[in-house]
Each structure stands twice: as C-alpha cells, then as structure tokens.
C-alpha cells in the first residue's frame, strides 16, 4: 500500500490525511508536512488517519516529536479515525495518554472549536 497525503483546511483548522503505510522509509514525509504545516502558522492540525493501513515505531516517534512542537507554540495536534490496529499499539505503548484521539475529523474540528479562545 503506496504512502499519499494531502492537506485540506476546514474552519481554520489544518487537517492531514494521511494512507498507506507510515514507516521508516515514508515517515519522513509526516514529518516534513507537520513542519511544514507549523512553519506556515498552522497551529491546529488534525491528522486524519482513515485510510492509515500500518504505522511502525518510526510514525509513532514522528507524531509524538510533532505533537511537543505543536504544543510549545500553544498549539495541537489531534488524530481523528485512527484504525483499530494502530489504535492498540498506540494505548499499548501509552501514547493515548499523550494524544488526543477522535473517532471522525468532524470530532476532533469540534474538538479544537471547543477550546477556542473566547
């Protein structure tokens, strides 16, 4: 299963989306798009993972890396549609206590509209 992402923004929130198969040899990728996403101001960022058909200790390295950038500038990023089976490695290992995790994009835009300043 090739590696695709794309970028869409949908109420002022950036969001990822992310298929195929997140490694060692594509998660470089993920990473020069969150950097990229951060550089250009985009402090809230959903990365929609819908279409993720595997994830390795590489992906999950890159999210958690992106996750302290975006929270050092007061920003976020939330994982919405998160397959079952990397949903298990990601409570297995704890990172479902370090990232916030949406059952739909639409859950996690409503998400960051919650805890937007007033």
Do not use: C, N, W
């Not at 992402?5 to 997140?22: D, K, M, N």
């Not at 976020?76 to 409570?91: E, G, I, N, T």
């Amino acid at each position: 299963m090739a590696y695709t992402q794309e970028i869409l923004v949908q109420a002022g929130i950036s969001i990822l989306r992310v298929s195929g198969h997140l490694d060692a040899h594509t998660a470089p990728e993920l990473d020069r798009a969150l950097s990229d996403l951060l550089e250009m101001g985009a402090l809230r960022v959903v990365l929609d993972l819908a279409d993720l058909g595997y994830i390795s200790s590489a992906g999950l390295g890159v999210l958690t890396g992106s996750l302290g950038a975006f929270r050092e500038r007061g920003g976020d990023l939330k994982l919405a549609a998160v397959p079952q089976s990397a949903h298990r490695v990601l409570d297995l290992l704890g990172f479902t206590r370090l990232l916030d995790l949406y059952d739909t994009r639409d859950d996690a835009i409503a998400a960051f509209a919650r805890k937007s300043p007033s």
